[in-house]
Structures are given as structure tokens and as C-alpha cells.
Nanobody, 114 residues
């Protein structure tokens, strides 16, 4: 249902922009409350940032001031702009609805080297 892209290998302090395209019509996507999640090796998946249909935006504390979530309903896409990346941001990044009940995609790998 969701296809993530934009990951890669960057150095500490670098930036990446992730994209997540939904395989539903824009009329359906626009009422989704969406979120980005990440899962580091050996860790549980955590919610990184959320953007509602309103949109109301929230971030987990560790990325506040560095990451920006946005959405383009006409393109059925959610973005995650990641700045000042740190090694601890290394993870596979996924998008899903805020409830996490959509079908999970394969994610996109983000690796930050020190």
C-alpha cells in the first residue's frame, strides 16, 4: 500500500529526503493520518513523525528541530526531510497510517556514518 524511497548512505551532519507514495486514490489518501516510522537493528519499530489530515504535526523528541514531515495529497505522498543526521538515525524507515494498521512496505534504508 505504501512505497518508500530516498534512503541512502550519508555522513554525520548530512541530509536526506524520504518519500512515501500511497497506492490509493487521492480522495482516499487525503483523509489518512500518516506517519513515518523507523526500525534500527535489534530495536523495535518507533514512530518518528506524524502528520494528520488537518494537518497536525508531531515528532518524537530525538528528531525535533532536525526532521520535517510534509504531505502532498494530490501526489498521494508523504515526505520526511532529515537534516543534521546522526549515526543513531541509522535505521530502515517506513511510512504507514498513524495507527500503523496499513500494509507495511519494504521501507528505505538510511545509514549515517560517523
Amino acid at each position: 500500500q505504501f512505497v518508500e524511497s530516498g534512503g541512502g548512505l550519508v555522513r554525520t551532519g548530512g541530509s536526506l529526503r524520504l518519500s512515501c507514495k500511497a497506492n490509493v486514490p487521492p480522495s482516499v489518501f487525503k483523509v489518512y493520518d500518516m506517519a513515518w516510522y523507523r526500525q534500527a537493528p535489534g530495536e523495535q519499530r518507533e514512530l518518528v513523525a506524524g502528520i494528520s489530515k488537518t494537518p497536525t504535526i508531531n515528532y518524537t523528541d530525538s528528531v525535533k528541530g532536525r526532521f520535517i514531515i510534509s504531505r502532498d495529497n494530490a501526489e498521494k505522498t508523504v515526505y520526511l526531510e532529515m537534516n543534521s543526521l546522526k549515526p543513531e538515525d541509522t535505521a530502515v524507515y517506513y511510512c504507514n497510517t498513524f495507527s500503523g494498521k496499513g500494509t507495511w512496505g519494504q521501507g528505505t534504508q538510511v545509514t549515517v556514518s560517523s
